[in-house]
């Protein structure tokens, strides 16, 4: 053996290469070849062996998989269904595991640092028993089954919370939990079960992650948000600063309300807002910096409750409105709301147009202009009647000499009326705003008498990158 392959640092170079998630990304990463060359390096010898299952169990799709390095593990059934699912076999775990076998699993479970167990019962591909599930409580008391553990993504049944106790390690930085149960099935008595599964899941991260960063949390129509804001505005979280909540139903004002009392939250993802209701406490974010909302649309009074003074990132996807006089009214309800705003990503959802008047966009962003921080403004219009031309360009070089970013599309139908820019307006951008990198329109028109007026010099700025859907050159 070359002397090379003596050194660990070497090794663990080498191996890394065999990660899947290094060509696949972290969410898909299985590669049966690749996985089976590290389990083949791992028996080579023992020098390779450490270096091996190092990235061999680094990352898990099955919560199950780890005890089958139990010799004492039993297979006691071949074919258990579970809600129609396909037939898969069910494994038992012993109560009088010996000690050296449970020696053996930490050998391998110290080096996993993502679980991903949000398989549905439906497709599961292999369990183990109830009592099995007592078995590893009662061995493993407040340890958790793999210390090390980073990123944990786990579904939550009818069966409740206890199966993911063992695995909540203090280590872990990013928790994403899905809630699901059959909405045929929701009694009244169900609700009370679902409310208590969450209090007790959100009393058990508060108590066993207290330095949990991320945490995303999906729940199902049946289950209302309520069960899940409640206690999470009530937990000793500490270094909570990103929470990403998916509802199937739609989160109230009270919710809003409630999120707003976990001061340490600096990033904030939410599905749907319903605000149709008479308007609570104002909802105040005071240290939020990021806000992703998805599927609102502008009729619902969400953003009339919710200020954050700091934000400086506000995402909105598939936003649903009316008319330009909606939108006008939500953009001016944006740049009051949020002051110290430099980015902005705003998508529309589609919709029907005919019979709208048409609006320039200088005068529908204009509530933006008093903020002069402002390094990014994406706007996807679709097929809003939204026209855009040189003296546009002027005014956003003129309101944000710290642009960075300007993407302003809509539908390529449309484009050919209304994207009417031209050399000047973007001389005056370019020139204006030096820090320009990336401006993406749905039109251009380059005039053969604008080319005869260009400047000998070119402006000094970072401009790279320019991507139109429709040009003409005259």
Known sequence: MHRALTCIDILDEVFIWFDPANFFGAFNCVDNDRTQTLAR????????????????????????????????????????????????????????????????????????????????????????????????????????????????????????????????????????????????????????????????????????????????????????????????????????????????????????????????????????????????????????????????????????????PSLQRLDVRSFRVESTSDLRRMYALWARSFPALQELVCTLDEHDAAGMEPCSISSLVAPFCSIRDLRMLCLWLDTLPITIGDDDLSTFAEAWPSLETLIIQGSSDLAQEYYVVGLPGLIALTGKCPHLRDLRLSGVRVRSEDVAQLPRDSPVNRFRYLLTGYSTLS
Do not use: M
Not at 86 to 94: D, G, R, S
Not at 162 to 187: A, H
Not at 258 to 264: D, G, K, Q, V, Y
């Open 41 to 308: 390096s791992a028996r080579v010898c023992k020098i390779f062996f450490q270096p091996a299952i190092r990235v061999l169990w680094r990352r898990l799709e099955n919560a199950i998989i780890i005890f089958h390095t139990l010799p004492s593990l039993v297979q006691v059934r071949s074919d258990k269904r579970t809600q129609g699912g396909l037939p898969h076999p069910e494994y038992h775990i012993p109560e009088d595991v010996p000690a050296e076998e449970w020696e053996r699993l930490s050998v391998y479970a110290v080096h996993v640092e993502t679980l991903s167990a949000s398989q549905g019962p439906s497709v599961r591909e292999e369990e183990i028993t109830q009592d099995s599930w007592r078995t590893l409580r009662g061995h493993f008391h407040d340890k958790p089954i793999f210390p090390n553990l980073r990123d944990l993504f786990w579904l939550i049944d009818d069966d409740g919370p206890e199966r993911i106790i063992p695995f909540l390690s203090p280590t872990i930085d990013w928790l994403s939990v899905s809630c699901s149960t059959p909405s045929w099935e929701f009694t009244p008595d169900r609700a009370q079960e679902w409310q208590r599964y969450l209090t007790v899941l959100i009393d058990e991260l508060s108590t066993r992650i207290p330095g949990l960063r991320h945490l995303t949390l999906s729940t199902c129509a049946s289950i209302p948000s309520s069960f899940a804001t409640s206690p999470l505005s009530k937990a000793p979280f500490i270094a909570l600063s990103a929470l990403d909540l998916y509802n199937a139903d739609s989160l109230q004002p009270s919710d809003l309300v409630a999120l707003s009392r976990i001061t340490s939250l600096e990033v904030l993802e939410l599905s749907v807002v319903d605000c149709q209701a008479n308007l609570l406490h104002p909802a105040r974010f005071d240290n939020l910096r990021d806000l992703r909302v998805y599927q609102q649309s502008a009729t619902d009074r969400v953003f009339d409750i919710f200020t954050a």
